[in-house]
């Protein structure tokens, strides 16, 4: 055993010399991390994970830096939704970053902030990472449990009827009309002041016939400010709720 870590070490030291070496005099390459390319980020974020890679990463061996440190980090971020690490010879360490996406808005007393699509809050909003979603404002609707059956709402409209989703302004989860005692799913599209009611399972599946009916009856109407209501649960008919 003592005569095979002899051996082991000698053929270390000579590797390493003969390394030295053909840097020193060959023109060979070092193998250390020189330059860090980060995609799929951009902005504030990018140069937040810039910063995490060049304090870990920078002028560190590039096979032997600690890869699962750097990949821990970066995963912290509540923006990341996951993270590939990949060694590129002689000198350059490729990430690429994928972020989570946002789902609504929430306006809590803390201020605005992303929630993604897995339940996550990611950061505050801003004018850089706003996209077209609907917001959280009523404040029963923020309360955990509600989140989540909202979430799979979001979820599944902005997967199965993106156009719709995109022009949301506001969800939230309430009774759906006088003597109801049902509380479930509800939706505000832009230019609409009426609610519209979802059903609890399958909330995408009477859009479709909706914008049949509100292209049909209702674009043109100057009466639409008389409309109270949109209920989309009933298969087959959608009742229009009206003020008196």
Request: aromatic share 8%.
């Amino acid at each position: 055993m003592a005569r095979f870590f002899a051996v082991l070490l000698l053929v270390a030291a000579a590797g390493w010399g003969a390394l030295e070496l053909g840097q020193r005099y060959l023109g060979i390459q070092r193998l250390v991390i020189e330059q860090i390319h980060i995609s799929g980020c951009h902005g504030h974020r990018l140069l937040e994970a810039q910063k995490i890679a060049e304090d870990l990463c920078r002028d560190k061996p590039l096979f032997f830096f600690d890869a699962d440190q750097l990949q821990e980090k970066l995963e912290s971020l509540l923006w990341v939704s996951a993270v590939l690490i990949r060694r590129e010879p002689p000198d350059r360490l490729s990430i690429v970053i994928e972020e989570r996406q946002p789902l609504f808005l929430l306006a809590t007393k803390n201020g605005v902030l992303l929630m993604s699509d897995d339940g996550v809050i990611m950061d505050r909003a801003n004018q850089e990472n706003l996209v077209p979603m609907p917001a959280i404002v009523d404040q029963a609707s923020l309360e955990e449990k509600i989140l989540v059956e909202l979430i799979v709402v979001a979820r599944e409209l902005k997967e199965q009827q993106p156009d719709f989703y995109v022009r949301l302004t506001e969800m939230r989860w309430t009774d759906r009309g006088e003597g109801w005692t049902s509380k479930g799913p509800t939706v505000f599209m832009e230019g609409l002041a009426a609610p519209i009611y979802l059903p609890k399972e399958d909330p995408a599946k009477n859009i479709p016939n909706f914008q049949a009916l509100f292209l049909e009856q209702f674009i043109n109407d100057p009466g639409l400010s008389g409309i109270s209501y949109f209920d989309l649960r009933w298969d087959g008919r959608i009742p229009v709720g009206t003020r008196r």
